[in-house]
T-cell receptor, first 113, second 112 residues
Framework: NAGVTQTPKFQVLKTGQSMTLQCAQD?????MYWYRQDPGMGLRLIYY???????DKGEVPNGYNVSRLNKREFSLRLESAAPSQTSVYFC????????????FGPGTRLLVL | KQEVTQIPAALSVPEGENLVLNCSFT??????LQWFRQDPGKGLTSLLL?????REQTSGRLNASLDKSSGRSTLYIAASQPGDSATYLC???????????FGKGITLSVRP
């Protein structure tokens, strides 16, 4: 079991460029989440998907879009990157219905110049 | 809006000491509370999950307690070791989809 995997591990973008962060889980979880982690701010929820075919905004959704491609995969897209989006991005997954442990991927470090 | 606070931001203790990490939250209507560990440059690893109906959970040298009415949780680490050095994050789950609200973490250093 690979758990939660994320690609790429590290990316440098110029302001205005676009990119997609990929996330996949092999634990048959229904729920998937995208967080960003910034120094002094902690982890904040960007978007989540309670089940295949559904997505909802979290605390900081502006500037991002997501796609729940299938049960395994949940991608995060930056259409026009800004320096404020420099961060470490974590994907997580969990069973549906609340009350479950969330399992995190290793993260993607993104630097926007 | 749920707010989660962890104080202090950093803690340094000698090896072998028993220690308590504190977490407080503002809204007691929670589904669960989780403690995570994060090593530098790595992802988060779940340590303990306490459901809202539970008072505590134990795993090895770790014990987490939950007092919903006072909005507090503690993580007790017994006989600390240098390998326990990491950042410990508290996260509160709210809503049917268990959206997590995180504290900023406590960076623990255990000195040999």
């Amino acid at each position: 079991n690979a758990g939660v995997t994320q690609t790429p591990k590290f990316q440098v973008l110029k302001t205005g460029q676009s990119m997609t962060l990929q996330c996949a889980q092999d634990m048959n979880h229904n729920s998937m989440y995208w967080y960003r982690q910034d120094p002094g701010m902690g982890l904040r929820l960007i978007y989540y998907s309670a089940s295949e075919g559904t997505t909802d905004k979290g605390e900081v959704p502006n500037g991002y879009n997501v796609s729940r491609l299938n049960k395994r995969e949940f991608s995060l897209r930056l259409e026009s990157a800004a320096p404020s989006q420099t961060s470490v991005y974590f994907c997580a997954s969990g069973l549906a219905g609340g009350g479950e442990t969330q399992y995190f991927g290793p993260g993607t470090r993104l630097l926007v110049l | 809006k749920q707010e989660v606070t962890q104080i202090p931001a950093a803690l340094s203790v000698p090896e072998g000491e028993n220690l308590v990490l504190n977490c407080s939250f503002t809204d007691s209507a929670i589904y669960n509370l989780q403690w995570f560990r994060q090593d530098p440059g790595k992802g988060l690893t779940s340590l303990l999950l306490i459901q809202s109906s539970q008072r505590e959970q134990t795993s090895g040298r770790l014990n987490a307690s939950l007092d919903k009415s006072s909005g507090r949780s503690t993580l007790y680490i017994a006989a600390s070791q240098p390998g326990d050095s990491a950042t410990y994050l508290c996260a509160v789950g709210t809503g049917a989809n268990s959206k997590l609200t995180f504290g900023k973490g406590i960076t623990l250093s255990v000195r040999p």
